[in-house]
Structure formats: structure tokens, C-alpha cells
């Protein structure tokens, strides 16, 4: 496992798991998610596919003015990146956020949306060309790497990983 380390004053060297990818998912406040969980391993992408879950569920309201539908659209709006160079700050310090491995949960009514950080090698499988370093869900059904055709192994197999 690759960990990094953080010193602080009160504590020496605290190792810190390093992570591999997140988990998004969405359900009912106390439930387990309905579906698999989304899997990316990047970031940028955790966070839009976490605020596309927001704007998808805020649109599937009856009511136009519910303050719900309207929180869930305006945090979807602060978190997604797809508006290249009009990021609020909002947007930054999520980033930073996910980028530190933490994770994120934005419970908003009924429903809560989770952003979680995951450092198991398991819950993905890898392109064995480094050049290539293809990264894909464990659940995909492709046996093949989508870039360059090669079969993916899992993470003990692959040999460019750290």
C-alpha cells in the first residue's frame, strides 16, 4: 500500500493511505444505494459525477420552487467542473477536499449523496500497459481495455502500479 506521511507538533509521522479512486452514490437517508456505485479514479471527475447525481435528482421534482430541488441544483452548479474557468471557490475547496482523501456527503431532504475515498486496489482493474495506465471498475464488463485493446488484470497482476 503507498501511504504518505503528515507531521504535526502532537503526533510524529501519521501514515495516510494514499487513494487509488472514489466511490459516488446516492440513496435514502439510512439505506443502502439503490445501484453499484460509480467508480472514477480521478478526482475532477469524482466531484462532476457527484454533481451530476445532484442536478439529475433535482430535476425529478414535481415542485419547481422545492428548496431541495433548488439546494441540489446550486451545489451541482458550485462542485461541477464542466464550466471550465468559472470554478467558485466552493468548487476549489471541494477539490482540495478530494484531493486530500477526504470524502464528501451532501445530504440534502431524504436523499444523501456520498463522494468516498477508497484505497482498495480490488474494486478496479487495470490496463497491464503502463503507456496506456487504463484504470476501469471491477464491474465493467469489458475484458479488454477500451484504448488499446489489451486484457485487464487486476492489481496484484499489474506491474506498473507502485
Request: hydrophobic share 35%; glycine share 8%; with cysteine.
Amino acid at each position: 500500500m503507498i501511504s504518505t506521511s503528515l507531521t504535526t507538533p502532537a503526533q510524529p509521522d501519521i501514515p495516510i493511505p494514499a487513494v487509488r479512486h472514489w466511490h459516488i452514490t446516492e440513496s435514502d437517508a439510512g439505506y443502502l444505494p439503490e445501484a453499484e456505485p460509480v467508480t472514477v479514479d480521478d478526482g475532477e471527475m469524482a466531484l462532476d459525477v457527484l454533481a451530476h447525481l445532484l442536478a439529475d435528482w433535482a430535476q425529478t421534482c414535481d415542485d419547481p420552487e422545492d428548496c431541495d430541488a433548488t439546494y441540489a441544483e446550486g451545489r451541482s452548479e458550485q462542485l461541477c467542473t464542466c464550466k471550465k474557468g468559472e470554478r467558485s471557490a466552493e468548487h476549489h475547496d471541494a477539490l482540495i477536499k478530494v484531493a486530500d482523501g477526504r470524502g464528501m456527503c451532501e445530504q440534502i431532504g431524504d436523499r444523501v449523496f456520498e463522494l468516498i475515498p477508497c484505497q482498495d486496489m480490488e474494486c478496479l482493474k487495470y490496463c497491464p500497459d503502463a503507456d496506456c495506465g487504463t484504470v476501469t471498475p471491477v464491474g465493467d464488463t469489458d475484458i479488454r481495455c477500451w484504448c488499446c485493446g489489451a486484457r485487464y488484470v487486476d492489481g496484484e497482476t499489474c506491474g506498473w502500479l507502485a
